[in-house]
């Protein structure tokens, strides 16, 4: 004899339409009638002419909370004797223990396992159900492995050792960004490249004492004393089991070598060069480019007294632009708002425009306010409006301001931080820009 008992219905309430359609799918695939409503005021709505004889009910519903849902089921003598299962992410003890006092039959955690949910739905019919409130959690693990990611420690990693420019500085006002000059490091695999000299190089050759790394490149932007005062105290250089390859541009009064000879002079300094135990070479720039393992450094003449580059490091698809000395639009002390590159003002300017261009990390200095650029002009750095303009129309992808005044503490370092965001607020641009400080750790 064929059986005339109807389906039972289930109303879904889920505000996720995909999640929704899901549960809707294997529940009907079972036999069951169902329906669907995206918040409470729908579902409280439906219960009336659906009258369905069981609720599975998301907690987290637009319009009228779950538990309220529960509490008004529960309540009335026409809908109270309806199931509720409950369909949540809300996994938390003290959720379930208030929503098991309203007389819930049981959970679903979401996200769930299909087939354990539908088997779940299924026990509620069962003859042999167990009618009290119990709890069934049965959330689907999210991953099989605890995820335990580690920085990358020797792939592409920046790090800034000296961000103040002209001279070192030290008191308590300047803490959080150091009082350190220039230099900057740049590991890829067993490739070490260093970027200027200043005193920052100290504490780097401390480290790489401690590291594998046994050959260094360091390249000299310019020979100006607060890029080279730290290459005395730069203990690798003194280490024979070290190989210091020292890359600068031609154009200098003295050869490169000649320049490190001075420095070593023995009126200035009791260990000479050739004291120096590490081997050692010195090498003109010639080539717009150079390889050094997985790391091609391009260099580009700036405007700075004598001769001073910046330099460009690509990694594969990955770019980072490091100029420390360059007074963008020397002289020029009005709105930036408005130039573009074909401006009069500008043109002189679009070698080291194009050499930014698209970078995916800018370190650039911006050296003075606008306030005080006026009684600076033709010192061979920027006012952060001009520095803004360069990056703005090199459109880079991240800038950070480096070779800090040494006149200016955390405190003046701070504002001009916020005046430079509103400068490229002025230009349109929503360019990230930050501030340097010595000891910033970062990945190219």
Known sequence: ?????????????????????????????????????????????????????????????????????????????????????????????????????????????????????VEVVRNFFSPDRVTEPHAEVLRQPLNRATYQPQIDRVKSRITLWGTRGSTPVSHPRYIKHGGNTPCLSVQAGDAMIILDAGTGIRELGQWLLKSPVRKVHLFIGHTHWDHIQGFPFFAPAFDPGFELHIYGAAGFGKNLKSVFQGQLDQDYFPVQLEDMRAKMEFHVLKDTSVKIGGLEVHWEFVNHPGAAVG????????????????????????????????HPSVLPYRPIIDFVTGVDLLIHEAQYTPADYPAKITWGHSSLSNAALLAHLGEVKQWIITHHDPSYDDVALDENLLLTRQILDELGSSLPVSHAYDGLDLLL
């Open 1 to 117: 004899m064929t059986s005339t008992t109807p389906p039972k219905k289930i109303l879904i309430a889920e505000d996720v339409e995909s999640l929704a359609n899901l549960m809707r799918f294997l529940l009907e695939e079972e036999g069951f009638t169902v329906e669907t409503v995206p918040d409470g005021e729908a579902c409280l709505l439906v219960l009336g002419t659906f009258k369905p004889d069981l609720l599975l009910l998301d907690i987290m519903m637009p319009k009228v909370h779950g538990l309220e849902i529960i509490r008004i089921v529960k309540a009335f003598h026409q809908t109270r004797n309806i199931g509720v299962i409950v369909c949540t992410a809300k996994d938390y003890k003290t959720d379930r223990d208030r929503i098991e006092a309203l007389g819930v039959s049981s959970f679903i955690s979401k996200p769930f396992e299909p087939r354990a949910f």
């Open 311 to 342: 330099f460009k490091l690509v990694s594969g698809n990955r770019s980072l632009a490091y100029i420390t000395d360059n007074e963008f639009l020397e002289g020029f002390t009005g709105s930036p708002v408005g130039l573009t590159r074909n």
